[in-house]
């Protein structure tokens, strides 16, 4: 018969386990999965499942999703790609932009418990390697934090990108703008370009040609176009790909291309002809978009990476939409 000290105990190990950070993981049912996701503020693209999807198939990887549990309750979502032979004797496993929590979590303490359960679940040993871009604000208390859970940063570099509150009314949106910003703009309006909008793969052709030729030219960091068909062909299923065209005279002068996922969207490329540039046609297209978007119940933009160094102008342009910089982690092993 057990003792009152014997409950007593048995009660402080059952909340102290709860206390702790478990991770489900082989999540299987999408339906569940998507409407978790939608929960997620800012998801961000590459922890989506149609682009986990892409990624696995383009790069011979399994999907593993995880339902993250805090104090015994779902607290966020994770999804990590991976690869191993010789029943993971060789094994490899990339988790990108992860996790993403709940509305209530995603604390410092929250991420070093994800951590603690991770490792133990796939501790470091000869033959595994491990890659993680987290998703945590880049500041010192976090390196601390990534290096304390025995993680090392691989790049000296963090990662950047602008948000776009979408919740906010379209006159308030243009306001904010900034003011040159809002000057080509308003040239664009002037200029008699036909805006059009495809989510079933209208002018994606068009697009990845001009885009992989300008790529090739100017030797800017991008997608490959291999990587765009193939992700191309999971978001179109879900009629989640938006395909933005400028027309002058029923000719495409520029285009960009949207992927939505969950309640945000990311711009993911864009292409502007000679004439695309003259006619400022990229700021009428972008700011088309936010249009789009808010009628599909997205709440957050994402205006793609920027980088400082390398790609100041199109730095500025994005920064010109009146978005928040944030700014997370780089790459860890």
């Not at 070093?112 to 040993?125: G, I, N």
């Not at 992989?212 to 490959?224: C, R, T």
Request: aromatic content about 10%; some cysteine; charged content about 25%.
């Amino acid at each position: 018969m057990k003792t009152i000290q014997d409950q007593v105990d048995m009660m402080q190990k059952a909340l102290k386990n709860l206390s702790k950070c478990t991770i489900e993981w082989n999540f299987q049912d999408l339906k569940y999965w998507s409407q978790c996701f939608e929960r997620v503020n800012r998801s961000n693209l590459l922890q989506c499942h149609s682009y986990g999807v892409a990624m696995a198939c383009q790069n011979h990887q399994r999907i593993n999703k995880g339902l993250i549990y805090r104090n015994g309750e779902p607290a966020g979502l994770v999804q990590m790609l991976e690869a191993g032979i010789l029943k993971n004797s060789i094994h490899a496993i990339v988790l990108d932009r992860g996790p993403l929590w709940f509305d209530g979590y995603g604390g410092l303490e929250d991420m070093k418990a994800f951590l603690d359960a991770f490792s133990m679940q796939f501790p470091r040993r000869f033959g595994r390697k491990i890659r993680i871009i987290p998703e945590i604000k880049n500041n010192n208390r976090s390196k601390i934090l990534m290096e304390k859970c025995g993680f090392r940063p691989a790049s000296e570099h963090g990662y950047q990108t602008i948000w776009l509150d979408l919740r906010k009314e379209q006159e308030v949106l243009r306001k904010e703008l900034k003011k040159s910003w809002r000057n080509c703009l308003s040239q664009a309006e002037r200029k008699g370009l036909e805006i059009t909008w495809s989510d079933e793969g209208e002018n994606f052709s068009w697009l990845m040609k001009h885009y992989s030729i300008d790529k090739h030219a100017k030797a800017y960091d991008g997608p490959s176009v291999k990587t765009m068909i193939g992700l191309a062909g999971e978001f179109s299923r879900g009629k989640n790909m938006l395909i933005g065209t400028a027309m002058l005279d029923s000719q495409p002068i520029a285009a960009i291309l949207i992927f939505v996922h969950g309640k945000s969207a990311t711009y993911q490329i864009g292409y502007s002809s000679e004439e695309g540039r003259k006619s400022k046609a990229h700021y009428l297209l972008l700011w088309s978009v936010l249009r789009q978007l808010k009628e599909r119940n997205v709440d957050d933009f994402d205006l793609g990476g920027i980088n400082e160094q390398d790609a100041k102008g199109v730095r500025d342009f994005k920064l010109g939409m009146g978005g928040q910089v944030v700014k997370t982690l780089g790459l860890y092993n």
